[in-house]
């Protein structure tokens, strides 16, 4: 029998209305910049990166994600302005508050002990947590006129996320697979 694997991420994703906006914001950027790719995942802030995992034990990673989720507790969120990795991602920016890089950090310290999912490139550089509104499919040149819009647009929200959220690739877009509450919010 040949293993099959499923892609996977596990993110924070914020409360509905945020969520709503900040698709606003992707839409636009998909009619007026024809960027589309950010549209294919729910808006999110990625603490695990895409991994692989066997179909067959996708159990087994819920169980020891349920187990993680336990015992932390909510994280407060704060959205403020827009970031940039030049030249082809624009991001709602995430302030790292010291709750959110603590749980990025545990998670992934975590997943590599628990189950040995280890992503090479976020071992080497440092978490900067963000939600992706445009990417890989913005040009430079719609990269630099989105960017002159979006650089100094005031956007701030304050909220607390209960629970991590693990989301699976079916070869199209990101769904949402499973959400853990976190411990002391149950």
């Known amino acids: 029998m040949v293993n099959q694997y499923s892609r996977f991420f596990i993110g924070l994703l914020p ?10 914001i992707k839409e636009h950027f998909g009619q007026v910049y024809q960027s589309r790719a950010a549209q294919k995942s729910p808006p999110h802030i990625t603490l695990q990166p895409p991994f692989e995992w066997q179909v067959e034990e996708h ?12 015992v ?7 959205l403020k ?3 940039a990795f030049i030249p082809r ?5 995430v302030i790292k508050t010291p709750e959110l890089m603590a749980l990025q950090k545990y998670l992934t310290e975590y997943m590599e002990a ?7 490139i976020s ?12 990417f890989r499919d913005l040009t430079k040149e719609n990269f630099r006129l989105a960017w002159s819009e979006f650089q100094n647009r005031p956007f ?5 996320v209960s629970q991590l959220t693990l989301l699976i690739h079916d070869g199209q877009r990101w769904n949402i697979s499973t959400e853990f509450p976190l411990g002391k919010s149950c």
Request: hydrophobic share 40%; charged share 20%.
């Open 15 to 24: 409360s509905e209305n945020i969520q709503d906006y900040a698709n606003e």
């Open 156 to 160: 701030e929200f304050k909220f607390t």
């Open 72 to 78: 932390q507790n909510p994280v407060p969120i704060i």
């Open 123 to 134: 071992k080497r550089r440092p978490f900067s947590p963000h939600m992706t509104v445009a």
């Open 89 to 93: 991602v624009i991001y709602i920016n």
């Open 81 to 83: 302005g827009f970031g």
């Open 59 to 70: 159990s087994v990673l819920e169980q020891s994600l349920r187990g993680f989720a336990e």
């Open 114 to 120: 628990s189950l040995g999912i280890v992503e090479p």
